[in-house]
């Protein structure tokens, strides 16, 4: 039997042992000019090397007095104070006179002639006077070792004296990329090939964190290859970062190359994603291999590479800003596994209550998700995931002030969504309209769960011939719903360039030479194309394909288009994208949905108006298939 890990620890244990062995690694240091020094890291304490101010100096500009001789000053009994006997004139920032121990801000003195000022009130010692070292004094301590030099940490080094320091060098990493269907993001890919940007993403994080780094050539899965880079690049680094080979595939060479050549130290983390990581040591140099799942490869450099990066220079990584969160729907999750899901955050109108946590999609290699993501959820090893009402922590990705502003909608897929999304961002909105594509139901049941602000549908009512609102008298019974046409749109069969299989009519779909790709249940392109094969006569069984489903138009015109499947129904505006044939069947009306008390809320407000407008209508009706006369039209029922 072969052991797919070595180890497989609790995350809490995997960080101290790299902390352990690892406890003594730095980089070298080096003098730099302070002014040069914001972002690097201090390699000793600092001491000053002057008072400043070092000398006492007026705060104000006025003039310098004996506070003595202004003890009965009044408004009732002003005193006359002889210019260069009693007072001298001062700026801000000029030493005190000899014998003065006071300032009167120049807005309280009257000058009464050549010689003379007048006050009318009272100073005590020390008044508007700024005494030595007030700001800095010599030899103390400014900032200790292990110290992230700040912008504003230079004024006070320059002004204490300070004009070189020592820090610590960048840490330096190199990164292998490895895989045989790996090509560069630049060149033209064919069938097989994969972009490797595991490399870019990983580099821009540990430039973020203070290291100088290097990617080598990709290498192709030749273990004497991987071997030969690995002993290479280690003397020349203090970080080695190898992409991928971590798991344990009949390509993946890393753990035989490491296991013979260095310390293991462990491989494989209860963590997902992110759980075939290894890590070693060779010749006291840290080696981190990272999965090649994107997500995973991101997950492992941040909980991993992200510490080493840090301790490198002195410093333990920052605790992760995290904010404790709640669920309304059951998340399931493997006991035993810490796992990390992506996630966005919706705020309840008050904002009394926790956030909530609506999930996106859990795979690996799913890169749209992190990019949507507002935060990142934890679920404990010990947990058998959650169920509605359960709270969890969860580590944000941007500020909790923009993610109380945003407004989430879940629900069917549209072209002229993103559209909108980018236009709202464009003209600077003070919100962002943030998409989950999931399919009308599910985007029905989001918004009755309190986890968006509306949704989008546009469900056919095959008794009615209405769209949408016998679904909302299900889903909202006794509340005040609205509607908001976004758009009406063309709905049809996209068809390879050609139309080789000369489909002209839903009943050809019987042939069983024909592959049909579906949408996923609950989406309204499914309804559609349920009700179409009723009308026709048509049971689902005799439909190659029918089972067989993808989540929004783009990637079922995409399956056509790359050949998959001979055809698809979905909206014109897709195929137009994709570059596939379009054979139109019918029309149909998608309409935004929310409870009719959030019209008054502004972002609402906002996008109604946005939909309104006629360049906005121009803009989606150019996307072809769209009828926009209706948009942002408003229908309010009562349920």
């Not at 840090?310 to 309304?328: I, T």
Request: glycine share 8%.
């Amino acid at each position: 039997m072969v052991k797919r890990y070595l180890d497989k620890l609790p995350l809490k244990k995997a960080i101290e042992i790299l902390e352990e062995e690892f406890k003594d690694l730095r980089a070298e240091t080096e003098i730099i000019a302070v002014d040069q020094a914001v972002g690097r890291v201090t390699a000793q304490g600092i001491k000053a090397n002057r008072s400043a101010p070092d000398f006492y100096a007026s705060a104000m500009d006025g003039i310098a007095v004996k506070a003595k001789d202004t003890a009965d000053a009044s408004s009732r009994n002003p005193i006359i104070l002889k210019k260069g006997v009693q007072a001298v004139p001062v700026d801000t920032g000029n030493p005190i006179p000899e014998g003065f121990n006071a300032v009167i801000k120049i807005e309280e003195v009257n000058e009464v002639d050549v010689d003379n000022y007048q006050i009318e009130k009272s100073v005590p010692v020390w008044n508007h006077i700024r005494s030595i070292g007030e700001s800095v004094v010599k030899g103390n301590l400014i900032l200790t070792a292990g110290h992230k030099i700040r912008d504003f940490d230079l004024g006070a080094l320059l002004e204490a004296g300070v004009t070189e320091l020592e820090v610590y060098k960048k840490p330096k990493v190199i990164i292998i990329p490895t895989g045989d269907e790996l090509v560069r993001p630049s060149k033209e890919l064919k069938k097989g090939e994969l972009v490797e940007f595991n490399s870019a993403m990983v580099k821009s994080a540990l430039i973020k964190w203070g290291a100088e780094v290097k990617v080598r050539d990709i290498i192709k899965d030749n273990k004497e290859l991987i071997k030969k880079e690995v002993k290479k690049a280690s003397k020349e680094c203090q970080l080695l970062i190898i992409l991928s080979g971590s798991s344990a595939g009949r390509k993946d060479f890393t753990r035989d190359i490491l296991k013979a050549e260095a310390k293991i130290l462990f491989h494989g983390v209860n963590i997902m994603p992110g759980k075939p990581i290894l890590t070693a040591k060779l010749d006291d140099k840290a080696v981190v291999a990272l999965p090649g799942y994107p997500i995973s490869a991101l997950l492992d450099n941040y909980l991993f590479v992200r510490e080493l990066i840090y301790l490198l220079q002195g410093q333990k990584a920052d605790q992760f800003d995290q904010e404790v969160v709640e669920v309304k729907r059951k998340i399931s999750s493997d006991i035993g596994l810490e796992e990390f899901i992506r996630v966005n955050l919706i705020a309840d109108s008050n904002g009394q209550k926790p956030l909530t946590a609506v999930p996106l999609k859990r795979g690996s290699s799913a890169m749209e998700s992190i990019i949507k993501a507002d935060a990142i959820l934890r679920i404990s090893e010990n947990k058998e995931g959650l169920a509605p009402g359960d709270k969890a922590p969860a580590v944000l990705l941007k500020s909790k002030a923009k993610i109380k502003k945003d407004l989430l909608l879940i629900g069917s897929h549209d072209l002229s969504l993103d559209l909108i999304r980018n236009e709202i961002a464009k003209r600077g909105a003070d919100f962002r309209l943030k998409l989950q594509t999931v399919g009308s139901m599910a985007g029905l049941t989001a918004l009755r769960r309190g986890e968006s602000h509306l949704a989008g549908a546009h469900l056919l009512d095959s008794e009615s011939g209405e769209y949408n609102i016998s679904y909302l008298k299900r889903f909202f019974k006794n509340k005040k719903m609205a509607l908001i046409n976004l758009v009406n749109r063309e709905q049809g069969f996209y068809l390879k360039k050609g139309n080789p299989k000369n489909i002209s009519s839903i009943s050809d779909l019987k042939n069983k030479d024909i592959n049909f790709v579906n949408r996923q249940r609950g989406a309204g392109t499914r309804v559609l194309f349920d009700y179409l094969l009723k009308e026709e006569g048509i049971d689902s069984t005799q439909i190659n394909g029918y089972n067989k489903e993808e989540f929004t138009h783009i990637a079922a015109a995409a399956a056509v288009g790359r050949g998959s499947a001979d055809a698809a129904l979905g909206i014109r505006a897709a195929a137009e994208v994709i570059g596939v044939d379009f054979l139109s069947l019918t029309k149909e009306s998608y309409d935004l949905i929310l409870e009719a008390a959030m019209l008054d809320d502004p972002r609402i407000e906002y996008l109604i108006k946005l939909l309104r407008e006629k360049e906005i209508k121009e803009q989606i009706k150019a996307l072809g298939g769209y009828e926009v006369n209706a948009s942002g039209s408003l229908k309010i029922l009562e349920l």
